[in-house]
């Protein structure tokens, strides 16, 4: 069913929006089998476990970093992955930066939003955002190039609306403020569950794992 849900889930996407396969639990097979249907992106959470997909895969896909990243493993991250999705912290730009430069490559990134101010979330609060970029544009090895935002944790997808809404407008922002000093053009928000709202919100990057895999096994 992997190959069908990929296929109907391209076929419905808006002109200008990319899907990101979230493959976290996924096997390499799996995987092989959305990107034969067409998907191009796939999205990751641990680094450890897209490392053994990326030795099968490798350059039949663009890799994004879609988890939290720890520290210790940004030197192997920087080997696999094409974007990370969630930088939001100086330190882990810090270090990002200098293994990028160790190896010349220009890290593509987006700044990851906690676009509900939950204190227990990850990400940039909306109002730090702005100096966060300001903070970042002095590592010569990053390249920013849009905004990522989880939202807090609701049933109903409706509910979500106000916080994709909120990132949008924030992300529109920064596009005028850094005219032509930045390439700002993502803009990715939405899950299985929300992603036709974050659509209508303006996402133009979703990442979708249930819909096209189906249900994950609980957590050990
Ligand atoms: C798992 C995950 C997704 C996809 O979630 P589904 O509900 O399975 O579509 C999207 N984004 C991130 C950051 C994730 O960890």
């Known amino acids: 069913m992997i190959k069908e849900n990929s ?3 391209l076929k419905e996407l808006p002109e200008g929006v990319e899907l990101v396969a979230a493959t976290k639990q996924r096997s390499a097979v799996e995987v092989a089998e959305a990107l034969e249907a067409g998907v191009k992106i796939v999205g990751e959470n641990y680094v450890k476990e897209a490392q053994e997909k990326f030795a099968i895969l490798g350059s039949k896909a ?12 940004i030197k192997k991250a920087v080997k696999i992955f094409d974007m990370i999705e969630t930088l939001d912290s100086l330190a882990l730009a810090e270090i990002l930066d ?4 160790k190896v010349s490559k220009i890290m593509s990134i987006l700044i990851e939003v906690n676009s509900a101010s939950e204190s227990q979330k990850q990400g ?3 109002e730090n955002v702005e100096r966060f970029i300001d903070q970042i544009l002095q590592f010569d090895n990053l390249k920013p190039m849009g905004l990522m ?3 807090p944790w609701l049933d109903n997808s409706q ?3 106000p916080f994709f809404k909120k990132t949008k407008d924030l992300f529109d922002k920064i ?14 928000m939405g899950m299985s569950s ?7 919100e303006g996402a133009n990057l979703v990442r979708i794992g249930t819909t096209i895999f189906g249900g994950r096994k609980p957590k050990k």
Request: proline share 0%; charged share 30%; glycine share 6%.
């Open 7 to 9: 296929q109907k889930i």
């Open 62 to 73: 663009k890799w994004h970093f879609i988890g939290h990243l720890q520290k210790n493993k």
């Open 98 to 101: 200098k293994e990028c430069k």
């Open 124 to 126: 940039v609060l909306v």
């Open 149 to 151: 935002t989880m939202g």
């Open 159 to 161: 509910e979500l609306r």
């Open 175 to 188: 596009k005028s403020i850094y005219q032509g000093k930045l390439e700002w053009v993502y803009l990715s």
């Open 194 to 200: 929300s992603y036709k709202v974050a659509i209508e």
